[in-house]
């Protein structure tokens, strides 16, 4: 039976990354994605957690290139039995901060403009002090970190951890489960009949989702997780 853990993450800083830009506005919906946190959470190219990758797709600070390797990085954490929900808010408030730009080149050769446009842009952030719930199944005993940092700007969450009481593993049946899911995850091994979206990259999100398929609850507690769940990536 694997093991299941609630986490929960409290922001200590302004949370930013950009979920949607409409304009001059680059807005961060209030969620977490499961790569992201795979990521933050260190499991990802880990000897600790055997999930070292081939060289030329490492996980490091100072890639050959940056360009995301979600297939080749994720897919190792299958192997060790690891998984990742997305996360959802607890409570959460949002700033707006408004950023300026210039251009500092040495040399600019003025042009006549008809008009004047101003460089700027405004970022919606997630607050300090909002905290985000979310799960980890594991075929193993987990170690985290107390610390993480997430998003564009490093910011500073801490982790705490709650392991969830007995499990109970039922056959396939009819279930709703309002915690956000990565459709990807669980279409390939669930029969998925309704859900609500939340649009944001690299996959988006469901939640509010009723499902078929097999499932775990747990002493004591109103809450189902899908069975059979893991890192699914198209071709």
């Excluded at 880990?46 to 995301?68: G, H, K, M, R």
């Excluded at 002090?129 to 075929?139: A, D, K, M, Q, Y």
């Amino acid at each position: 039976m694997p093991k299941f853990y609630r986490c929960t993450l409290e922001l200590h800083d302004s949370l930013y990354f950009a979920t949607r830009e409409i304009g001059r506005l680059y807005e961060t919906e209030p969620v977490l994605h499961n790569y992201a946190l795979s990521y933050a959470l260190g499991f990802v190219d880990s000897l600790q957690y055997n999930t070292v990758v081939a060289e030329e797709d490492s996980y490091c600070y100072f890639c050959a290139e940056q360009v995301p390797k979600y297939k080749a990085q994720l897919s190792p954490l299958n192997a060790q039995g690891i998984y990742v929900t997305p996360a959802r808010t607890i409570v959460h408030a949002t700033t707006l901060s408004t950023w300026k730009y210039a251009d500092n080149r040495y040399h600019v050769e003025m042009q006549p403009t008809e008009r004047n446009i101003p460089s700027f842009g405004r970022t919606k952030e997630i607050s300090p002090e909002s905290r985000f719930e979310f799960f980890v199944i594991s075929e193993r005993s987990l170690k985290f970190p107390r610390w993480i940092r997430l998003g564009k700007w490093a910011s500073k969450a801490e982790v705490s951890i709650e392991p969830l009481p007995n499990a109970k593993h039922h056959q396939t049946a009819e279930f709703t489960i309002p915690y956000l899911l990565n459709p990807l995850d669980v279409m390939f091994t669930n029969q998925i009949l309704s859900y609500d979206t939340v649009n944001m990259p690299p996959v988006s999100l469901i939640r509010n989702v009723r499902m078929r398929g097999e499932f775990y609850t747990f002493d004591g507690l109103d809450l189902k997780i899908p069975a059979q769940i893991q890192y699914c990536f198209g071709d």
